[in-house]
């Protein structure tokens, strides 16, 4: 079932107390049950994969042609539609529900998110740039960028040069994120640290892609205990 992910949102940010008296931040995360709607096979498209369906939506906000398709696959509308791809179809079914439980046994995951949008900023908050020198010449463009061109040959500006523009609002990726703890009845998952967005924000929730041999959290502290309980030897 991992092969699959959920969608959810940020609902915000708190902690969690261990016994050892450490405190770890933690995210939040709402997690809708994904319905799997379509099941694709190799022959139709050249792949295998499940079409899952998350979140509830009236049927006067979706257009005639999605209203058909819904009623064709025999389930409710669902706000948004993902596509993951699978090694086996067999195991899924269509009208199928998955939770929280795809994540049981599962220690470190991927989380997809949208970052903040900051609006139009400048060089030096943006990328970082030191700007220009307080002194000598230097009139009215002290946070500017400098020069981003050349003369004579090519005489333009090159694509993807680091200027004022855009910051924010990008989809990016966190990867290695331990699993804290989660809450079934409510469909929380609490995630180690923080995440890209602000609150509300949509993310999507994958086991973790590299294969990680890391400790986690509470893995380190029964090393710990274990350690205490070893008597030391005794002195010649």
Not at 154 to 170: I, L
């Amino acid at each position: 079932m991992s092969e699959i992910g959920l969608i959810g949102k940020k609902v915000g940010m708190t902690r969690e107390f261990y016994k050892t008296g450490q405190s770890i931040p933690v995210t939040v995360l709402k997690i809708e049950k994904g319905r799997v709607i379509s099941v694709i096979e190799e022959k139709e498209r050249g792949y295998k994969a499940i079409q899952l369906g998350f979140g509830k939506i009236k049927n006067s906000k979706i257009s005639k042609s999605m209203k058909g398709y819904f009623s064709k696959k025999n389930t409710e509308p669902k706000k948004k539609l993902k596509e993951f791809r699978v090694q086996d179809t067999e195991i899924y079914k269509p009208g199928n529900e998955f939770g929280l439980e795809i994540f049981k046994d599962i220690k470190f995951v991927d989380i997809k998110s949208k970052t903040i949008g900051k609006g139009f900023a400048g060089g030096m908050k943006r990328h970082n740039f030191s700007g220009l020198r307080a002194t000598h010449g230097v009139s009215v463009s002290h946070r500017s960028h400098g020069s981003t061109g050349q003369r004579q040959d090519p005489g333009k500006v090159f694509k993807g040069k680091k200027m004022a523009g855009h910051m924010g609002d990008k989809v990016r990726t966190m990867q290695n994120i331990e699993i804290i703890k989660s809450d079934l009845d409510n469909e929380l998952l609490f995630i180690k640290g923080s995440i890209p967005g602000a609150k509300n924000t949509e993310v999507l929730v994958k086991k973790s892609v590299k294969n990680i041999n890391k400790l986690t959290l509470k893995e380190k502290i029964e090393v710990l205990d274990k350690l205490k309980k070893i008597p030391e030897k005794k002195k010649k």
